[in-house]
């Protein structure tokens, strides 16, 4: 399973938690996830995260071809609702190609959690039928 992990900045820390909270089921997948947050998550837990760019910076646009790409199978994507991002319809964009390709999407901690004890569970296996 490929994993995309993105965190607005107010969201880095709680990304970084749940990271280490799930670091057994996530160890197990190839993560990847935009500058910082890849950075954070790699040093917090150890395990090899394929880092793009920064999001405002196009690494938002680098998962996104992704998962255009059928190369994604489920995206964390840790928002911050209340600040105005100047990347907007960079974030747009990849809500918009996750739903147009029916991949599997987090925008926040709780939709997080569900999704990734569902991957544990084998609720994910059907992304394995359409690579």
């Known amino acids: 399973m490929n994993i995309a992990l993105i ?3 107010m969201k880095k820390s709680i990304m970084v938690d749940f990271a280490i909270a799930y670091k057994e089921i996530l160890k197990k997948c190839n ?3 935009t500058g910082a947050t890849g950075q ?10 394929n ?5 405002p910076m196009g690494g938002d646009q680098q998962i996104g071809a992704m998962i255009a790409e059928n190369n994604m199978d489920l995206v964390i994507f840790l928002r911050d609702p209340l600040t105005a991002q100047p990347h ?3 974030i747009l964009a990849l809500l918009r190609v996750c739903d147009v390709h029916s ?3 987090a925008t926040n901690l709780a939709t997080a959690e569900v999704l990734i004890k569902g991957l544990d569970a084998g609720f994910l296996e059907w992304r394995d039928a359409v690579k």
């Open 40 to 49: 954070l998550v790699e040093e917090a837990t150890g395990i090899k995260v």
């Open 103 to 105: 991949i599997p999407l």
């Open 88 to 90: 907007e319809p960079d």
């Open 51 to 55: 880092k793009f760019l920064p999001g």
């Open 7 to 9: 965190a607005h900045d």
């Open 31 to 33: 993560i990847y996830a």
